[in-house]
């Protein structure tokens, strides 16, 4: 079946440090792709989200890179600041089915 | 303009009983979809509705059953409450037109089964 997997469970990163989160995908079917944010007791947040028409796409402090070749993505925030501290779930999606598929989630802790 | 709205935010459930969970979408969004998500874990795929239909189901129960009014609003019922249906659930609304597509979540509800 399909699957969405993150290359590490948790990440401690020092404040002022980039972070990179990595995400695997399994369906190549999947044309779209989002980064979410999730504090402790809430919903998922959009970070950013990219298309599987680009390689790349830029936000405030965040960056997506998208590897179709190999089904990988990641995200990577620059300066990390202590209100980075989540949980960072990636996830892909099939728009033509609109199935939406997450993976376990990253925990980021940034230490001050 | 308001996201995704759920209600309530905290409930809790005595083993055996039903729940009814509430969700509003996004203005401009006609699909509906349910997440249970256990502490630790990410969101797990419930099911989606369209066109007051339901479109597609994750592995749940039938214990898990919902509805979508005609105007996108949705609800999840969950029967005959099990201690392990304790989580948030989330509803994510969504509208896909063309190269346009949208995926947006609600805060949860955080369901207790004592």
């Known amino acids: 079946g399909e699957s969405v997997g993150l290359h590490l469970p948790t990440l401690s990163v020092q404040e002022g440090d980039n972070s990179i989160i990595n995400c695997a995908y399994s369906?190549?079917?999947?044309?779209?792709f989002i980064w979410y944010k999730q504090e402790s007791g809430k919903g998922p947040q959009f970070i950013i989200d990219i298309r599987s028409n680009m390689d790349k796409r830029q936000g405030q402090r965040v960056t997506v890179l998208l590897n179709k070749t190999v089904k990988h993505l990641s995200l990577q925030i620059a300066a990390t600041q202590p209100g980075d501290s989540a949980v960072y779930f990636c996830?892909?999606?099939?728009?033509?089915?609109?199935?939406?598929?997450f993976g376990p989630g990253t925990s980021l802790s940034v230490i001050p | 303009d308001a996201g995704v709205t759920q209600s309530p935010t905290h409930l809790i459930k005595t083993r055996g009983q039903q729940v009814t969970l509430r969700c509003s979408p996004k203005s401009g969004h006609d699909t509906v979809s349910w997440y249970q998500q256990a502490l630790g874990q990410g969101p797990q795929f419930i099911f989606q509705?369209?066109?007051?239909?339901?479109?597609q189901r994750g592995n749940f129960p039938d214990r898990f059953s919902g509805h979508q009014f005609p105007n996108y609003s949705s609800e999840l019922n969950v029967n005959a409450l099990l201690l392990g249906d304790s989580a948030l659930y989330l509803c994510?609304?969504?509208?896909?037109?063309?190269?346009?597509?949208?995926?947006?979540f609600g805060s949860g509800t955080r369901l207790t089964v004592v």
């Open positions: 369906n190549s079917a999947s044309d779209y």
């Open positions: 509705y369209y066109e007051e239909e339901e479109r």
């Open positions: 994510a609304s969504s509208f896909h037109e063309g190269e346009d597509y949208g995926y947006t």
């Open positions: 996830a892909a999606v099939r728009t033509s089915y609109d199935k939406v598929i």
